[in-house]
Every structure is written in structure tokens, then in C-alpha cells.
């Protein structure tokens, strides 16, 4: 029996339980005010960069105002722009993410389990991240064309990195002892994979993820830039040789929407697929 110096309270007990009840933990004053800090921030800059290109009478085509960059989201020719280029990029970027997470999760599981196999690929897995995407899309286009293909394989290497470093480190974390000790307890290689290994790699996975499908926007970019006919990335570079700098800022807003998009629906499934790791 162990002795607690502290005994509850009254006020932590009822009827009928063994154990004092837990107190619900309020949000202080001080978590609320740091919520809006970014707000504030955000709206401070723009405010800022509203009166500096007021007071020095700056044209748009140079340094657009936030309230020119409105008037581009208004303009009838810059909507229907966005709306038929943004599924184009939207379809590259969920099929390379989709890839990336395959192809990360089978690298890092390999390495996890074969010590050659880590040996053999980690070196030219860091050394990947070294080549400039341009060039690789650029030999992409001129192997497979302007299509789906090549925008896909630039994704996948430009984001699976951070998938298959995430997932190789969490299963590193495994205990070591404990699939030997499900296997004295009768536990089968899938039972083992099921109850200790995917479990330890989910979270890493999810680490991995939410960094892949930020890169996987601008991958699509970085593709559509070097050879595409539709897309973010040829709206943005015909708006930036014809000096339409609000438009080009338009389309930049889009894709940072897009990532925080992305962002926030792989947080949701990280939310509802990993209870244990969600912060307290």
C-alpha cells in the first residue's frame, strides 16, 4: 500500500467511486490570449504593408497593396482563371501524396527491418534530396511528356523523405523486448505488426504526412512550371511576365490555402486515428 500525502478533498469525491474524481482542466486567460496572437499579428502586417504602399504611392505592378490583391480576387477573368487551374494542380498534388506515402512508409519499414537494407539506402536517400527538382522535372517532361506522370514522380521525390524518415525513426523507438515477448505469449507476425509495430509508426507517419502534403503543393508547382498547359504554376508565371502582380499574389494565397488545407485534414485523421498521441 502505498501512502498518499495528499488526500482528497470533499469536493473530488462521490458516492459510489472508489477514486477521486479528476477536475476538469479550464483554458487560462493566458492560452486564450495566445490564440489570438496570430490573428493580430496577421492583421498588424497587413495594415502595415496597406499604409506603406498608400503613403509612398506604389504601383500595383510593383508592390500591390492587400486591397489591390482584393480587387484581383474580384476580377471576373482572374476567377475563372483559378477555377480552371486549380483542380489541375489539386489532382497532381493527392496523387503524389497518396505515392509518397506508400513509397515512404515501404522504404522505411525495409530499413527498419534489414540492417543492410538501411546501410544500402539511407546514404542515397539523403543524397536524393540533393538534386534541384527542376532538373529532375525537366528530364521527367522530356521522358514521359506533358501529362499526369511526370508532375507525380516530382511530387514523390520532392516529399517522400519526410515520410519514410519519420516512420523509420518511430519504428526505432519500438521497444525491442516487446515483439519477443508476444511471441512467447503465441502472438503470429501479423499479430505482432498489428498490435506493436503499426501503432509505433503511426505517429511518425503522421509527422512525415503533414510535412509531405505542404511539400507536395509546391512540388506540383515546381512541375507545372517546367511543362504543363494547365495548373497554379503556368497561371503564375504568365501573371508574373505580364507584370500582373496582384494576380501573381492571388495565386500564391491560393496555394498557401491549399497547403493549409492539406495540413489540417491530415492533423483530423492523425486526431481520430491516434488517440494516445494526442497533446493534453
Known sequence: MTFN????????????SAEPRAQPASPSKGVRATRLLAPLIVLTLLGLWQGVTSALHLQAWLLPSPGDIIAAFRDPDTQAQLTSNVWPTVEEALAGFVCCCVVGVALAWAMAA??????????LL?????????AIAAVLVVVFGFGLTPKVIVVVLYSFFAVTVNVYDALQKLDPELPGLLRTLGASRWDITRTARIPAA?????????????????????????????????????AANGLKEPQVFAVMIVLALLSVAGFAVVALLEWLLVPWARRK
Open 5 to 16: 500525502p495528499h488526500p482528497p478533498s470533499h469536493a473530488d469525491w462521490s458516492p459510489g
Open 114 to 123: 534489414s540492417r543492410i537494407v538501411r546501410d544500402a539506402l539511407y546514404p
Open 126 to 134: 539523403i543524397a536524393s534530396q540533393a538534386i534541384p527538382i527542376i
Open 202 to 238: 503511426l505517429p511518425g507517419f503522421f509527422t512525415g504526412a503533414k510535412l509531405a502534403v505542404t511539400y507536395s503543393v509546391a512540388a506540383a508547382v515546381f512541375a507545372e512550371v517546367v511543362g504543363a498547359t494547365g495548373g497554379l504554376g503556368p497561371m503564375l508565371i504568365t
